[in-house]
Every structure is written in structure tokens, then in C-alpha cells.
């Protein structure tokens, strides 16, 4: 099994409440892809509540393999969601281990 770990920071915001929405937005969009990608066998999104943290948005997704995530990656569904982040996006980091 592989776990995909990404951090997302977004881009500043007008007003906190503004990116708020966006987070939840997009925490919304994620949280729906389980349901839509057969190889998506457990998934997770949390929103950073420790303002000393740099990361704004972490996604935890588990696949049976390296083949499953890269069919989660290209999915057409995935790739919807990541046009909502684009826009936002100042920076991600990632990491796929086995667990």
C-alpha cells in the first residue's frame, strides 16, 4: 500500500475569511474523490489550525500501488480539483512511502 502525503500553501488572501471559504472549498472537492476514483482506498484532509505552521492544507491519500496512485493522479476528477488549487497555490510538498 502506498501512502500520498501532500502539504498545500496557499497564496494570501484579501481576509482570512476569504481563505477560510477556499480551504473549505477545496477540503470539500478532495473529500468527494473517494467516491468518484475506484483506486482511492482511504483518504483524508485536514486544515492546519497552528498559525505557526507554514502549511495551510495536508491531503493523505492511500492506494494499493505506485500504478493506483499514478490513475488517482491523471483521473479526471483529480486533476478538477487541482484547477481549483492552481490559482491559489504558493507552494506543495509531497511524499509516497509504503505503509
Not at 468518484?36 to 495536508?58: M, R, T, Y
Amino acid at each position: 500500500m502506498i501512502r500520498h502525503t501532500v502539504l498545500f500553501k496557499l497564496q494570501d488572501f484579501d481576509t482570512e475569511e476569504a481563505k477560510l471559504n477556499k480551504l473549505n472549498e477545496l477540503k470539500s472537492a478532495l473529500e468527494s474523490l473517494p467516491a468518484k476514483i475506484d483506486v482511492v482506498k482511504g483518504l483524508v484532509v485536514g486544515l492546519n489550525v497552528n498559525p505557526a505552521e507554514k502549511f495551510d492544507l495536508a491531503l493523505v491519500v492511500d492506494v494499493d500501488s505506485l500504478e493506483a496512485l499514478a490513475l488517482y493522479n491523471t483521473h479526471p476528477d483529480h486533476v478538477a480539483v487541482g484547477k481549483l488549487l492552481r490559482p491559489v497555490l504558493e507552494s506543495r510538498s509531497c511524499v509516497d512511502y509504503e505503509i
